[in-house]
T-cell receptor, first 111, second 114 residues
Framework: GQQVMQIPQYQHVQEGEDFTTYCNSSTTLSNIQWYKQRPGGHPVFLIQLVKSGEVKKQKRLTFQFGEAKKNSSLHITATQTTDVGTYFCAGPGTSGSRLTFGEGTQLTVNP | DGGITQSPKYLFRKEGQNVTLSCEQNLNHDAMYWYRQDPGQGLRLIYYSQIVNDFQKGDIAEGYSVSREKKESFPLTVTSAQKNPTAFYLC?????????????FGEGSWLTVV
C-alpha cells in the first residue's frame, strides 16, 4: 500500500534558525496537504499543493511540491516559539476519500 | 476545528470494559474518520465512512467498532478486545465533493485504561 515518509522525526532549533521537514511518497500523489498539531492539540490544515513543482508561501512558511509529485517540503524561515508543534504531510490514498499521513516532524524551538 | 464535536475529552476505562467515543459534525460532510495517535507518534486510521450505513476498516481496526446511522454522527467503540487502548483518539470529517478537500479534526478524546 501507499506509504508516506517524513524526515526528520524530531528537530530542535534555536529561535531564529531555519527549519525544514521533508515528505516522500512511495507513489505519485494527485495532491499533498500539510497540517500542524500544537502540543496537546489537534491537527489543523495549513495548505494543499496540487501542481507539479508548485511553491506556496504563508508568511515565513514555504511549501514545495516536487516535479514528480512524489515529494514535498515545508521550510520555516527564522523560527519563532509559536512554530512549536508537529508538522504532518498527508496524501490521498488509493481510495480518494482517505488520507495517508506521514509520521510527522516534531519541532521544538529554544528561545 | 469548528463543527466537529468529540466527547468526552478525557475518559478512564477499566480493563475488560467497552467504551464509546462520540463524534458529531454539523459541516454536512460526507466522510468521517477515526484516527488513533500514540504519544510522539503519527496518525493511524482506524475506520472511515463515506456514506450513511457504510464504513470501511482502516489500518488498525482490530478491537474497534463503528456505526454510521446518521450523516452527522460516527461513534467509535473501543472494545475489550483492544489490548492497548490507551491513546489519543481523533475524529475527522471531509467533504467528498471535490478531490483533495481538507480534513477537519475534532479536538480529540484522551482514553486511559486503568
Amino acid at each position: 500500500g501507499q506509504q508516506v515518509m517524513q524526515i526528520p522525526q524530531y528537530q530542535h532549533v534555536q529561535e531564529g534558525e531555519d527549519f525544514t521537514t521533508y515528505c516522500n511518497s512511495s507513489t505519485t500523489l494527485s495532491n499533498i496537504q500539510w497540517y500542524k498539531q500544537r502540543p496537546g492539540g489537534h491537527p489543523v490544515f495549513l495548505i494543499q499543493l496540487v501542481k507539479s513543482g508548485e511553491v506556496k508561501k504563508q508568511k515565513r512558511l514555504t511549501f514545495q511540491f516536487g516535479e514528480a509529485k512524489k515529494n514535498s517540503s515545508l521550510h520555516i524561515t527564522a523560527t519563532q516559539t509559536t512554530d512549536v508543534g508537529t508538522y504532518f504531510c498527508a496524501g490521498p490514498g488509493t481510495s480518494g476519500s482517505r488520507l495517508t499521513f506521514g509520521e510527522g516532524t516534531q519541532l521544538t524551538v529554544n528561545p | 476545528d469548528g463543527g466537529i464535536t468529540q466527547s468526552p475529552k478525557y475518559l478512564f476505562r477499566k480493563e475488560g470494559q467497552n467504551v464509546t467515543l462520540s463524534c458529531e459534525q454539523n459541516l454536512n460532510h460526507d466522510a468521517m474518520y477515526w484516527y488513533r495517535q500514540d504519544p510522539g507518534q503519527g496518525l493511524r486510521l482506524i475506520y472511515y465512512s463515506q456514506i450513511v450505513n457504510d464504513f470501511q476498516k482502516g489500518d488498525i481496526a482490530e478491537g474497534y467498532s463503528v456505526s454510521r446511522e446518521k450523516k452527522e454522527s460516527f461513534p467509535l467503540t473501543v472494545t475489550s478486545a483492544q489490548k492497548n487502548p490507551t491513546a489519543f483518539y481523533l475524529c475527522a470529517s471531509k467533504n467528498l465533493g471535490a478531490a483533495g478537500n481538507t480534513i477537519y479534526f475534532g479536538e480529540g478524546s484522551w482514553l486511559t485504561v486503568v
